[in-house]
Nanobody
Framework: QVRLVESGGGSVQAGGSLRLSCEAS????????MGWFRQAPGKEREGVAV???????SYADSVKGRFTISKDNAKNTLILQMNSLKPEDTAMYYC????????????????????WGQGTQVTVSS
């Protein structure tokens, strides 16, 4: 059974850091594209960062240079390291997987993902 479980969210001040994890079961993260998406109240879900099956990455312009996505294949886990957080990063963050490549295609199309986690809340105060 495919399952994605996010953790690592919380409340931080602007400029702080958080590390999100998404533990996968039922499949190998190394073989699939994996991504982080977020949704703030009243807004549509948007792509944050994606890493595909070839380990290519794609980031939203708003997070480039601040966030880093990676896979820990030994732990079958997806990671999002978030630095220099801003209040506009406040949202529910979701982990998802897709059978498609490349990363840029998935970043712009959350509908291309077929499995989602339950989400973890990130709140950044000014």
């Amino acid at each position: 059974q495919v399952r994605l479980v996010e953790s690592g969210g919380g409340s931080v001040q602007a400029g702080g850091s958080l590390r999100l994890s998404c533990e996968a079961s039922g499949f190998s993260v190394s073989a699939y594209s994996m991504g982080w998406f977020r949704q703030a109240p009243g807004k549509e879900r948007e792509g944050v960062a994606v890493i595909d099956s070839q380990a290519s990455t794609s980031y939203a312009d708003s997070v480039k240079g601040r966030f880093t996505i990676s896979k820990d294949n030994a732990k079958n886990t997806l990671i999002l390291q978030m630095n220099s957080l801003k209040p506009e990063d406040t949202a529910m963050y979701y982990c998802a997987t897709s059978a498609y490549d490349p990363a840029r295609y998935i970043l712009d199309r959350p509908g291309a993902c077929n499995r989602w986690g339950q989400g973890t809340q990130v709140t950044v105060s000014s």
